[in-house]
T-cell receptor, first 112, second 117 residues
Framework: NAGVTQTPKFQVLKTGQSMTLQCAQDMNHNSMYWYRQDPGMGLRLIYYSASEGTTDKGEVPNGYNVSRLNKREFSLRLESAAPSQTSVYFC???????????FGPGTRLTVL | AQKITQTQPGMFVQEKEAVTLDCTYDTSDQSYGLFWYKQPSSGEMIFLIYQGSYDEQNATEGRYSLNFQKARKSANLVISASQLGDSAMYFCAMRERPVSGNTPLVFGKGTRLSVIA
């Protein structure tokens, strides 16, 4: 039981490059989330998926797209990376009745 | 307006002493949940404690307790008998109605706690 896994752990991109951050959970959770963490800003919601087949924008969705591939997987795509997207990205998931949101280990992304 | 306010960017506490980390929240919902997470220097997010808005008693988990004052809209985290391993960033978060799995958490900006030997 791995919980929430994210790949890659680290990534360096050049401005304008694209990439996809992968997230998977093995807890049969309905809801999944993508957050970004910047110094002094806490965690801010980018997108979330309340259930398989649905996605919704969060507080800071510009420059990102998401795909809920199936119940287990929720990916985050940067189509044209910008230096402002340098951040640590966390994926998380929650079951229907749980009072805890489980987090992945994070992806540290640097855009040059 | 910020939904979650943590007014202490940094705190110091002597080992074995108790410390209170402040958190105030803003919501018009009657049903909501309040969370505290710990983020050590290694970066992972560790769930500490949860308080539901209808819970009459303050939540406790080992050395962690949540001082819930509903009328003041505050949910302070109390860590008793601080240990060096408690040095970390601490985040307060809220989940608004419906209090079910699919509502995202809203986080405060965090408080960095340093425990001194």
């Amino acid at each position: 039981n791995a919980g929430v896994t994210q790949t890659p752990k680290f990534q360096v991109l050049k401005t304008g490059q694209s990439m996809t951050l992968q997230c998977a959970q093995d807890m049969n959770h309905n809801s999944m989330y993508w957050y970004r963490q910047d110094p002094g800003m806490g965690l801010r919601l980018i997108y979330y998926s309340a259930s398989e087949g649905t996605t919704d924008k969060g507080e800071v969705p510009n420059g990102y797209n998401v795909s809920r591939l199936n119940k287990r997987e929720f990916s985050l795509r940067l189509e044209s990376a910008a230096p402002s997207q340098t951040s640590v990205y966390f994926c998380a998931s929650t079951g229907a009745y749980y009072n805890e949101q489980f987090f992945g280990p994070g992806t540290r992304l640097t855009v040059l | 307006a910020q939904k979650i306010t943590q007014t202490q960017p940094g705190m110091f506490v002597q080992e074995k002493e108790a410390v209170t980390l402040d958190c105030t929240y803003d919501t018009s919902d009657q049903s909501y949940g309040l969370f505290w997470y710990k983020q050590p220097s290694s970066g992972e997010m560790i769930f500490l404690i949860y308080q539901g808005s209808y819970d009459e008693q303050n939540a406790t988990e080992g050395r962690y307790s949540l001082n819930f004052q509903k009328a003041r809209k505050s949910a302070n985290l109390v860590i008793s008998a601080s240990q060096l391993g408690d040095s970390a960033m601490y985040f307060c978060a809220m989940r608004e109605r419906p209090v079910s799995g699919n509502t995202p958490l809203v986080f405060g900006k965090g408080t960095r706690l340093s425990v001194i030997a």
